[in-house]
Structure formats: structure tokens, C-alpha cells
């Protein structure tokens, strides 16, 4: 048993990842799911249960696993057939006036629902969901894994990605509670109370790795450390600094803690001492030095989706929502701006930067495993990217998101904690490594299917666990 262990961890250790713009492909194949799905309302098909699972969970599993380095094709094997299957629908109809449709809501609310944001969101841990389990199949190519330590994966842009959506959507709830008087004691004690269920899955997710011998890859965030701390510590931290938010911008206080890290990396023996396996077991910040010092990455990727969500979450332009949470209407401006306009901006200033921090010499490579600068403007950047692509998309009118895609966002948090159960049992009850790729594509579709479809049965008794 100990040697299967083994044998497993070296599966998904010592890897060094993959292009850039594979990466680039794949995430696009997302994008295209959401347009496929609103032709296939449009279509009028009455799309079933089955056909949404196909649609949205479906193509997004082949892309990842049979489909892998075939993109391209695969997104012309998807778009086609529902371009096709509207343009039939729609040339058979009667002629009626043409009513355009319109993404944005009739009345000028504050905080509307946007499909794409529950599309974007949801695809993203639908993609993180397989890839957990995957990951431990041979049908994943490994260069979709995470590296050990430089590089860029898949693997790795998904748990920088999740972090991200987190700050995004805590913005909805910033915007309706910022204005409000609240004491600095009173919120922080919130803060620890909402802190303590992920907590307390890290603290049984550690007790379960250890007590049966589950695979462990030590230089992911070390011996104790796991991701469920991070997310846990993130809410914590935030609200310590919250003086300092209220008055200045969160992406500035983003770049501040992610420079000074990458400073601290170079300017001291931060980074060797990180990266040094002899210290590992002499004390218990060195068995956990990855998850420790990687935390400070991860808390500027939520501060930086937080600032997306400035402008991303209203559905209209608030005051200099560019640079500050506002809960007061505007005009538009250049620091005032709706939000495809913030996301172009965005998207452009943040590419930008990634660009000159992965070609200078100044920075080290992208690394997931010290989430230092260039990676988190990695994640940044491509996730601006991505959200621009799914904006873009609802601004042509797509407006409707599936009930896997619904349910899936309303409960997001256990989504990713009942992923995480499941692989567990996958990977406990037969040898992944011994499987084919078809018996491993087989055990995929039916853990998905399974997570889609509990969340699916409690969306529809209004049962949303929020951790």
C-alpha cells in the first residue's frame, strides 16, 4: 500500500507544465460552452437535464482529457452544430417584428444577476472539479498537472482562478454593507466566525490524508498546510485590513503585498530557503513553508477580484468604481465605467504587465508553488481575459444560464468540498493508475454526473450550504 502511495505521488510530482497558449485554448472552450447553450435556447430544443450536462460539463471534460491538444477542432465541432441549429430554427419560423434581445436588465439595478458571471464562475469549478480527480488518471496529460515549481499548468491557473472568483463575487455583498457603520472589533469577529468552517475542513482534510495514507504532494503547500487554510485565513486577513481598504484602492494594496513578496523573495534568502528541501522537518513554519509564504499571493489574487467586482457585479457605473467599492451611481467616466469598459481596460493594463513580468529578467518565472508576482498576474490577467470573453458574450444578447450552471454557482463552496470527498473515495476504491482511458473518461462522466446532479436536486429544494 505504501508503494502505490508512492508510486502515485510521483505521478503528479517533478512535472514542469505547459504553453501559455495552450492554457489560452482551453479556457476559450469555456467561453464558447456559455454561446453554445444560449443557441441551444435560442433553438427552442427544450434542452433536457441530459443535454445540459453534455453541453456544460460534457465538452469542457473532452477538452481536458480525449480532446487535449485538439482545441481548435473541438471548438468547431461545438460551435457549428448550434450556430447551425439557429440559424434552421430561426429561417423556420414565421416572420414576426424582431425584438433585439438585450443583456442588460430593463430597470437600472445596482447589483443585477448576470448570466455570464454565473457562467464564468460555474465553469470554472466545473473545469476545477474534473481536473482534481483527472489529474490522477493517465487520460490528463501531465502538462495540464501542477508543476512542481516554474512553469504554467492548467492545473495551476485553477487554484489561482478559484481564489480570483472568490474576490468577485464577495464584492456583491461588499457593495450592500460597505456604507454602513461597522466596528472594527465587530467585523473582524465576523470575519474569524465565517473563517472557521473552512478551518475546520482543512483541519479534517489533513486528518483524513494522514490517517489513510492518501497520496501527499509535500511541496504543493507542505506537511500540514492545505488549500482549505488559505481560503479560511483570506477572509481574516481582509478584514484586519480593512482601515486601509476603505481608503485605498485594492489593487494598490494587491500590487503592494505581491511586490514587497517578490522583493522579500530576492532581496533576502527568502527564496532559497523556500525552495530548500533539507530544512523541511525543523520546525513546523518550515514543514508548512509553502502554504505559509504562498498565502500572501493568494490574498492579492482576492484583492485583485475584488476590484474586478467594483465594476463587474453593478449593473451600472458607480463612482470611481475603477478604483474604489461604490454603492452610488454615476455618470460614466474614465474612473466611473461600466463593465465591459473597466474589463477592457483591465484586461489590457493587466496583460500588459504580466507580459513585461514573464519576458524581464527582473522576475523569476511563474510559480504556483510560491504564488509569487508573476503568478498572480498570470491568474489575473487571464482571468480578466476570460471574464471579457464571457461579457462580451452577454452583451450579444446570451442571457441564459442552464440549471447545472445555476446550481453549481448557488453552491459553489460545497461543489468544491463534495469534489473533493469524492475523489478521495475514487482514489481509495480501485488504482487510477491502472486504468484506461476509456474506463478513466467512464469514471469521470460518472463523478460528474453525480456532483451535477446533487446539486441540481438541492437547488431545486432551495438547500444552499454556504461554508
Known sequence: ?????????????????????????????????????????????GPSWTLDFIVNCGVILASITLWAGHTPTLLVSVLLPAVIAVVITTVGRKRRPHKPASAAPATADLLPKKSFITNYRSHMLIITNLAILAVDFHVFPRRFAKVETWGTSLMDLGVGAFVFSMGLVSTRSLIKTYQGANGYVRLVSRAVVKSLPLLVLGVARLVSVKSLEYQEHVTEYGIHWNFFFTLGFLPIVLALLDPILRYVPRFVVAFAISLGYEYLLHATDLLTFILDPSNRLTNIITMNKEGIWSFWGYFAIFLFGQSFGQFVMTGVPTKHNLLFVSATPAKPSWTSVTTTKGLVIAAFVYGAIFWFAHESPLFSPVSRRLANFPYVMWIVSFSGLVLLGYAVVYDLGAN??????????????????????LTGVVNMSMDTLACSNAEAVAVLVGYCAVISAVLVAMDRRHIYIKL
Open 1 to 45: 500500500m505504501v508503494a502505490h502511495k508512492e508510486q502515485k505521488e510521483q505521478f503528479v510530482s517533478g512535472l514542469n507544465g505547459g504553453s501559455i497558449d495552450e492554457i489560452a485554448w482551453l479556457l476559450s472552450v469555456n467561453v464558447a460552452v456559455y454561446l453554445v447553450w444560449n443557441c441551444v435556447v435560442a433553438s427552442g430544443m
Open 400 to 421: 441564459a444560464a442552464s440549471p447545472v450552471v445555476e446550481a453549481t454557482n448557488n453552491n459553489g463552496l460545497f461543489a468544491f468540498l463534495l469534489g473533493n470527498v
